[in-house]
Protein backbone atom coordinates (compact mmCIF):
# COMPACT_ATOMS: atom_id res chain seq x y z
CA UNK A 1 0.00 0.00 0.00
CA UNK A 2 1.44 3.77 -0.46
CA UNK A 3 1.62 6.33 2.15
CA UNK A 4 2.56 9.63 2.54
CA UNK A 5 4.78 11.12 5.46
CA UNK A 6 5.53 14.88 6.31
CA UNK A 7 7.83 16.42 8.68
CA UNK A 8 7.81 18.11 11.24
CA UNK A 9 4.30 18.04 12.42
CA UNK A 10 4.97 21.35 13.79
CA UNK A 11 7.18 23.99 13.34
CA UNK A 12 7.45 27.30 14.97
CA UNK A 13 10.36 30.13 13.23
CA UNK A 14 11.28 33.18 13.99
CA UNK A 15 10.50 35.95 10.75
CA UNK A 16 13.54 36.22 8.53
CA UNK A 17 14.56 32.30 9.19
CA UNK A 18 15.01 30.03 7.07
CA UNK A 19 12.47 26.87 6.08
CA UNK A 20 12.66 23.48 4.75
CA UNK A 21 9.40 21.17 4.84
CA UNK A 22 9.78 17.21 3.49
CA UNK A 23 7.74 15.53 2.08
CA UNK A 24 8.67 11.33 1.11
CA UNK A 25 5.74 8.60 -0.70
CA UNK A 26 6.50 4.99 -0.26
CA UNK A 27 4.85 2.73 -2.19
CA UNK A 28 4.68 3.72 -5.18
CA UNK A 29 7.29 5.14 -8.29
CA UNK A 30 7.08 8.09 -10.80
CA UNK A 31 4.06 9.64 -8.88
CA UNK A 32 2.77 13.42 -9.23
CA UNK A 33 3.18 15.44 -6.32
CA UNK A 34 1.84 18.97 -4.92
CA UNK A 35 2.26 21.41 -2.24
CA UNK A 36 -0.79 23.14 -1.02
CA UNK A 37 -1.13 25.71 2.09
CA UNK A 38 -4.42 26.01 4.16
CA UNK A 39 -4.23 29.20 6.09
CA UNK A 40 -6.36 29.42 9.23
CA UNK A 41 -10.14 28.79 8.38
CA UNK A 42 -9.58 29.36 4.66
CA UNK A 43 -9.67 26.76 1.95
CA UNK A 44 -6.69 24.98 0.33
CA UNK A 45 -4.51 26.74 -2.20
CA UNK A 46 -2.37 24.79 -4.62
CA UNK A 47 1.57 26.04 -4.40
CA UNK A 48 3.71 23.85 -6.20
CA UNK A 49 3.26 20.51 -8.39
CA UNK A 50 5.96 18.06 -9.60
CA UNK A 51 5.65 15.28 -12.96
CA UNK A 52 8.78 14.36 -12.16
CA UNK A 53 12.57 14.92 -10.80
CA UNK A 54 13.73 18.37 -11.31
CA UNK A 55 10.72 19.46 -12.82
CA UNK A 56 8.29 22.20 -10.74
CA UNK A 57 5.41 24.00 -11.53
CA UNK A 58 4.47 27.11 -9.50
CA UNK A 59 1.00 28.48 -9.27
CA UNK A 60 1.24 31.34 -7.22
CA UNK A 61 4.50 33.57 -7.16
CA UNK A 62 5.41 33.55 -2.99
CA UNK A 63 8.24 33.92 -0.96
CA UNK A 64 8.69 30.01 -1.12
CA UNK A 65 9.98 27.59 -3.27
CA UNK A 66 10.10 23.43 -4.60
CA UNK A 67 12.08 20.85 -5.17
CA UNK A 68 12.17 17.12 -6.21
CA UNK A 69 15.67 15.69 -5.90
CA UNK A 70 14.89 12.17 -5.94
CA UNK A 71 11.30 10.75 -7.50
CA UNK A 72 9.70 10.48 -4.25
CA UNK A 73 10.72 13.16 -2.23
CA UNK A 74 9.48 16.63 -2.14
CA UNK A 75 10.80 19.99 -0.49
CA UNK A 76 9.29 22.83 0.19
CA UNK A 77 11.70 25.31 1.11
CA UNK A 78 12.01 29.42 1.69
CA UNK A 79 15.25 31.93 2.47
CA UNK A 80 13.33 34.11 4.87
CA UNK A 81 9.98 33.42 6.09
CA UNK A 82 7.45 35.68 6.36
CA UNK A 83 4.66 36.61 8.73
CA UNK A 84 1.92 35.22 6.09
CA UNK A 85 3.97 32.47 5.63
CA UNK A 86 2.21 30.92 8.49
CA UNK A 87 -0.71 27.91 8.25
CA UNK A 88 -0.67 24.70 7.12
CA UNK A 89 1.18 22.85 4.87
CA UNK A 90 -0.10 20.05 2.90
CA UNK A 91 1.78 17.53 0.75
CA UNK A 92 -0.22 14.83 -1.70
CA UNK A 93 0.41 12.78 -4.35
CA UNK A 94 -1.23 10.91 -7.34
CA UNK A 95 -1.02 9.04 -10.31
CA UNK A 96 2.37 6.34 -10.08
CA UNK A 97 2.43 2.79 -10.78
CA UNK A 98 0.06 1.43 -9.13
CA UNK A 99 -3.19 0.98 -10.68
CA UNK A 100 -4.91 3.53 -8.52
CA UNK A 101 -6.97 6.17 -10.60
CA UNK A 102 -4.42 8.53 -11.79
CA UNK A 103 -6.21 11.74 -11.23
CA UNK A 104 -7.44 11.15 -6.87
CA UNK A 105 -5.14 12.93 -5.00
CA UNK A 106 -3.79 11.26 -1.89
CA UNK A 107 -2.75 13.60 1.19
CA UNK A 108 -0.31 13.36 3.79
CA UNK A 109 -0.92 14.76 7.74
CA UNK A 110 0.07 18.13 7.04
CA UNK A 111 2.91 20.29 8.79
CA UNK A 112 1.50 23.46 10.93
CA UNK A 113 3.72 26.03 10.63
CA UNK A 114 3.83 29.27 12.69
CA UNK A 115 5.90 31.62 11.98
CA UNK A 116 6.44 35.16 14.99
CA UNK B 1 -10.59 29.35 -9.75
CA UNK B 2 -12.75 26.79 -7.30
CA UNK B 3 -15.37 27.01 -9.99
CA UNK B 4 -17.66 25.31 -7.31
CA UNK B 5 -20.13 26.67 -4.98
CA UNK B 6 -21.18 25.10 -1.97
CA UNK B 7 -22.99 26.25 1.45
CA UNK B 8 -21.06 27.24 3.95
CA UNK B 9 -22.51 25.16 6.90
CA UNK B 10 -24.83 22.29 7.32
CA UNK B 11 -26.58 20.60 9.98
CA UNK B 12 -27.66 16.59 10.27
CA UNK B 13 -29.13 14.42 12.99
CA UNK B 14 -26.57 11.68 14.12
CA UNK B 15 -27.85 8.74 12.53
CA UNK B 16 -29.94 10.44 9.21
CA UNK B 17 -28.54 11.13 5.47
CA UNK B 18 -26.79 13.70 4.95
CA UNK B 19 -27.11 15.15 1.48
CA UNK B 20 -24.16 17.80 0.51
CA UNK B 21 -24.97 19.87 -2.41
CA UNK B 22 -22.33 21.41 -5.27
CA UNK B 23 -23.01 23.61 -8.00
CA UNK B 24 -20.51 23.94 -11.06
CA UNK B 25 -22.21 25.22 -13.75
CA UNK B 26 -19.30 25.61 -15.62
CA UNK B 27 -17.62 22.24 -15.75
CA UNK B 28 -16.34 20.91 -19.15
CA UNK B 29 -17.38 17.55 -20.35
CA UNK B 30 -14.35 15.42 -19.33
CA UNK B 31 -13.79 17.24 -15.85
CA UNK B 32 -14.43 15.03 -12.85
CA UNK B 33 -16.20 15.78 -9.72
CA UNK B 34 -14.23 15.39 -6.70
CA UNK B 35 -15.42 15.11 -2.97
CA UNK B 36 -12.61 15.51 0.07
CA UNK B 37 -13.46 15.72 3.68
CA UNK B 38 -11.11 17.33 6.21
CA UNK B 39 -11.59 16.41 9.94
CA UNK B 40 -9.91 19.89 12.02
CA UNK B 41 -6.08 19.59 11.82
CA UNK B 42 -5.58 16.55 9.72
CA UNK B 43 -5.21 16.09 6.04
CA UNK B 44 -8.00 15.72 3.18
CA UNK B 45 -9.53 12.56 2.72
CA UNK B 46 -10.43 11.20 -0.59
CA UNK B 47 -14.30 10.12 -0.54
CA UNK B 48 -15.40 9.91 -3.95
CA UNK B 49 -15.48 11.07 -7.77
CA UNK B 50 -17.21 10.83 -10.94
CA UNK B 51 -17.79 11.63 -14.21
CA UNK B 52 -21.59 11.55 -14.82
CA UNK B 53 -22.97 8.10 -13.37
CA UNK B 54 -23.83 7.63 -9.95
CA UNK B 55 -21.35 6.14 -7.96
CA UNK B 56 -21.17 4.33 -4.82
CA UNK B 57 -18.54 3.10 -2.15
CA UNK B 58 -17.93 2.12 1.39
CA UNK B 59 -18.36 5.50 2.71
CA UNK B 60 -20.48 7.89 0.26
CA UNK B 61 -22.71 8.12 -2.79
CA UNK B 62 -22.26 10.49 -5.55
CA UNK B 63 -25.41 11.73 -7.41
CA UNK B 64 -24.56 13.88 -10.44
CA UNK B 65 -27.39 15.82 -12.29
CA UNK B 66 -27.82 15.25 -16.13
CA UNK B 67 -26.58 18.17 -17.11
CA UNK B 68 -23.57 17.81 -14.58
CA UNK B 69 -24.20 21.19 -13.67
CA UNK B 70 -24.39 19.70 -10.19
CA UNK B 71 -24.06 17.07 -7.73
CA UNK B 72 -24.80 16.55 -4.36
CA UNK B 73 -22.96 13.47 -1.63
CA UNK B 74 -24.81 11.68 0.23
CA UNK B 75 -23.49 9.99 3.44
CA UNK B 76 -26.38 7.71 4.14
CA UNK B 77 -25.72 7.36 7.76
CA UNK B 78 -24.40 10.38 9.48
CA UNK B 79 -22.34 9.34 12.63
CA UNK B 80 -20.49 12.19 14.74
CA UNK B 81 -17.14 11.34 13.27
CA UNK B 82 -18.46 12.65 9.79
CA UNK B 83 -18.48 15.95 11.41
CA UNK B 84 -15.75 17.58 9.01
CA UNK B 85 -15.72 20.24 6.00
CA UNK B 86 -16.39 18.69 3.23
CA UNK B 87 -14.88 19.91 -0.23
CA UNK B 88 -16.57 19.83 -3.69
CA UNK B 89 -13.81 20.31 -6.49
CA UNK B 90 -13.65 20.21 -10.20
CA UNK B 91 -10.48 18.99 -12.09
CA UNK B 92 -9.29 22.24 -14.58
CA UNK B 93 -7.08 21.62 -17.29
CA UNK B 94 -5.14 18.22 -18.64
CA UNK B 95 -3.23 18.34 -15.41
CA UNK B 96 -4.93 17.03 -12.56
CA UNK B 97 -4.33 20.26 -10.11
CA UNK B 98 -7.48 20.40 -8.06
CA UNK B 99 -8.73 24.08 -6.99
CA UNK B 100 -10.46 24.06 -3.51
CA UNK B 101 -12.78 26.40 -2.29
CA UNK B 102 -13.87 27.10 1.08
CA UNK B 103 -16.30 23.61 1.71
CA UNK B 104 -19.29 23.07 3.72
CA UNK B 105 -18.87 22.44 7.53
CA UNK B 106 -20.68 19.22 8.30
CA UNK B 107 -22.03 19.52 12.01
CA UNK B 108 -23.16 16.31 12.89
CA UNK B 109 -25.32 16.31 16.30
CA UNK B 110 -26.10 13.72 18.65
Known amino acids: SQTIHQWPATLVQPVGSPLSLECTVE??????LYWYRQAAGRGLQLLFYSVGIGQISSEVPQNLSASRPQDRQFILSSKKLLLSDSGFYLCAWSGGKTGLSTDTQYFGPGTRLTVL | DAKTTQPTSMDCAEGRAANLPCNHS???????VYWYRQIHSQGPQYIIHGLKNNETNEMASLIITEDRKSSTLILPHATLRDTAVYYC???????????FGSGTKLNVKP
Open chain 2, 26 to 32: TISGNEY
Open chain 1, 27 to 32: GTSNPN
Open chain 2, 89 to 99: IVRVGNFNKFY
